[in-house]
């Protein structure tokens, strides 16, 4: 059995590319090392063979067995529409893990929004929190049933879910369940759509309630020395998201003022 690493290069080999909708590929790939990695943090890809696109691109990992590293992708542009030729034994570059990751020691009275495809970056986190017995509650949205791409992976986690369109669970948004599930709670992570990370901020704010956000930015190098990652605080200070994030406190953060 391979020993945890902590390097930051890694080669790995893809073990299987499962498209889940046209435009959702799970993909799974075994690391030569193992590098340890903590829920929330992130790995660059390399998603071509040559220089188009030349920079590898940032995704959180949805969990690790046995070496095998998996990630959830949406085919987005052109690094991403090349995972959908990706084929058993192809060989991958990677770096990382990267990103600081949800806060540890959140025990008591958690819970976990995922809205779309930020359900990636939480997924780790909810395997933990089940893991360890702590008390959770995960909230999964998305616009249609059709796009809850993960509902089978997550039956274990017993989610409580919503659609816009009510094809699946509360008929509207994900932060309508929030607003009514969460009287006892201390804290809440989100990952999903900026706007939805706004309305989980205005709730838990209003509330006093603890509130962690996990937030994506163009990358470059995702180790802290490109800059082209930053965002402004609430203070108006920069803030790299592959450094000092991905994963924010809510209130430290200006989620408007991000596009
Ligand atoms: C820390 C972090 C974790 C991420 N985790 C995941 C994940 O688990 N699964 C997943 O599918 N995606 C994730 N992303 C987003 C993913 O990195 C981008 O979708 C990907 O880089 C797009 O590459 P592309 O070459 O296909 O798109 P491009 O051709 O480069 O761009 C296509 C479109 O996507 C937009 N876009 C590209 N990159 C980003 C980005 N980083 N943030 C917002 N919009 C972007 C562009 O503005 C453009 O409109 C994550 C991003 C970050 C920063
Ligand atoms: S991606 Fe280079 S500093 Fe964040």
Do not use: W
């Not at 930053?230 to 994030?245: H, L, M, P, Y």
């Amino acid at each position: 059995m391979l020993k945890n690493s902590t390097k930051l290069i890694h080669d790995g080999t893809v073990v299987a590319t499962d498209v889940l909708r046209q435009d959702y590929i799970l993909l799974s790939v075994r690391a030569d090392d193992r590098p340890r990695f903590e829920p929330g943090q992130f790995m660059m890809i390399r998603l071509s063979d040559g220089y188009d696109p030349f920079l590898l691109r940032p995704f959180s990992i949805l969990d690790e067995h046995d070496g095998v590293y998996r990630f959830l992708i949406k085919v987005v542009g052109k690094g991403t529409r090349a995972v959908r030729n990706f084929r058993y034994g192809r060989r991958v570059f990677l770096t990382g893990p990267f990103g600081n990751g949800f806060p540890r020691g959140a025990g008591h009275d958690t819970v976990v929004v995922a809205g779309g495809a930020g359900i990636a970056s939480v997924f780790s986190l909810v395997q933990k929190l089940h893991e360890r017995g702590t008390p959770y509650k995960l909230m999964y949205g998305a616009r249609t049933e059709d796009e809850l791409v993960l509902s089978n992976l997550l039956k274990p986690y017993d989610p409580a879910i919503s659609t816009d369109d009510g094809s699946k669970g509360h008929h509207g948004k994900l932060t309508d369940l929030l607003a009514k599930g969460i009287e006892h709670t201390k804290t809440v992570f989100a990952c999903g759509p900026l706007p939805m990370l706004a309305a989980v901020k205005a709730v838990t704010s209003r509330r006093g309630i603890e509130c962690y956000v996990s937030l994506e930015a163009r990358m470059a190098c995702g180790f802290g020395v490109c800059l082209g990652c930053t965002i402004f605080d609430a203070k108006g200070n920069t803030r790299r998201v592959c450094k000092e994030g991905p994963v924010f406190d809510a209130k430290e953060v200006n989620l408007s003022g991000i596009h």
